[in-house]
């Protein structure tokens, strides 16, 4: 592991007992459904951009019968944990997980059926430079199916926001809907569609809090550390509070590249 490995291995471990075993994203295997709802996944081969420890991915072969997953992860502890995920379903075989490094993807053109990413490209500053990436990459007729966390405005966020992300302590990139819109349609994408998912995250976080900080906090502390959960818990107020406002707003994104 690196100094500069942001999920070590204590945080992916709170974040699959919050969010479910595999999960560094809100939302489980549901919201997964959610994201991935009408794309054409059987028999198709899939980039998973961001894979974290690897639950979407065996969840792509053996749930939605890809042929063959290819996750990438620029962290070496979440490639490690996807990679024993991946053994331990015995699917090892229909699923690669490679470590890269931030930059264009290390693939040719016209590689995969289907991109995806569930709350990953947040880390990706230049969102028109992924979305011509990820056009790049896709056959013709492909799909991009992707969740990812945004700001309802573009320019710097507001104090409330900037304080949120300052308290993430994660190299967040926030670009607004309408700047992503933009993006995919530039690269060429056909019938993109953004669904804002504010109203339930907002609810879902609060929630989140609630268990963080009500009384099941002793059994958060004794597994994970008092001064770890007095933070998580501090960053979950500001994460409510900018979600409540409608400054932060998750979205789904999608798009095709004309066949």
């Given amino acids: 592991m690196s100094d500069e490995d942001l999920y070590t291995t204590q945080h992916i471990d709170f974040l699959e007992e919050l969010w479910g ?6 939302g489980g295997p549901d919201e997964v459904a959610r994201v991935f709802q009408g794309v054409d996944i059987a028999g198709k081969h899939v980039m998973d951009i961001g894979c974290g420890s690897g639950a979407i ?6 749930d939605y019968g890809a042929a063959h997953v290819t996750g990438i992860d620029v962290e070496d502890p979440v490639c490690n944990a996807a ?16 470590k890269v490094t931030p930059g264009p993807f290390p693939f040719k053109d016209a590689t995969f059926d289907v991109v995806v990413s569930k709350d990953s490209i947040i880390h990706i500053p230049d969102k ?4 011509m990436d990820a056009f790049r990459v896709l056959k013709p007729g492909g799909q ?19 304080e949120y992300i300052a308290a993430e302590g994660l190299d967040f990139a926030m670009a607004s809907p309408e700047r992503y819109a933009k993006a995919m349609a530039d690269a060429g994408f056909v019938d993109v569609e953004l669904v804002n998912r ?23 502390e004794e597994k994970h550390g008092k001064d ?11 994460l409510v509070g ?18």
């Fill in 128 to 131: 028109e430079a992924m979305a």
């Fill in 144 to 162: 991009f199916a992707a969740s990812d966390w945004l700001m309802s405005h573009d320019g710097p966020p507001s104090d409330q926001m900037a």
């Fill in 228 to 238: 770890f959960i007095a933070h998580q818990v501090e960053i979950w107020e500001k």
């Fill in 198 to 220: 504010n109203p339930w995250y907002a609810d879902v976080a609060a929630g989140e809090l609630a268990e963080l900080s009500g009384p099941n906090r002793p059994r958060w």
């Fill in 83 to 98: 990679r024993a995920r991946a053994e331990g379903a015995g699917v090892a075989d229909r699923i690669t997980i490679q």
């Fill in 242 to 259: 900018v979600l409540r406002k409608g400054e932060h707003c998750p979205h789904h994104i999608r798009g095709r590249k004309p066949a």
């Fill in 57 to 62: 991915a065996v969840s792509l072969v053996r």
């Fill in 21 to 26: 075993e595999g999960f560094l994203s809100p």
